[in-house]
């Protein structure tokens, strides 16, 4: 079982920044991949960046250049650096542990960015 516990959401203006934070209850070495992924109204979840336990890194288009993600197993966090918001990115934001035969998924946080 991995409890995964996001923070760093809010509201921020358009080209603004936030670093979204999700720490998990067990040691990140046995978490295969952690992605961020993100659920607007009426819109189904998708995924916005993934990082597996080797650093390799995988992002949607829509993100590319904007946002980074990163992992500090020491502390058992994986990180979103959101720069250059914009509205489109409003949203709340999970994060997910993914394993070897199950994933585990956080509460989500809030991000909502005004024009």
């Known amino acids: 079982q991995v409890q995964l516990v996001e923070s760093g959401g809010g509201l921020v203006q358009a080209g603004g920044s936030l670093r979204l934070s999700c720490a998990a209850s067990r040691s990140t070495f046995s978490i295969a991949s952690m992605g961020w992924y993100r659920q607007a109204p009426g819109k189904q979840r998708e995924l916005v960046a993934v990082i597996s336990s080797g650093g390799s890194t995988n992002y949607a288009d829509s993100v590319k250049g904007r946002f980074t993600i990163s992992r500090d197993n020491a502390k058992n966090t994986v990180y979103l650096q959101m720069n250059s918001l914009k509205p489109e990115d409003t949203a709340v934001y999970y994060c997910?542990?993914?394993?070897?035969?199950?994933?585990?998924w956080g509460q989500g946080t809030q991000v909502t960015v005004s024009s």
């Open positions: 997910k542990a993914i394993m070897v035969l199950t994933s585990y």
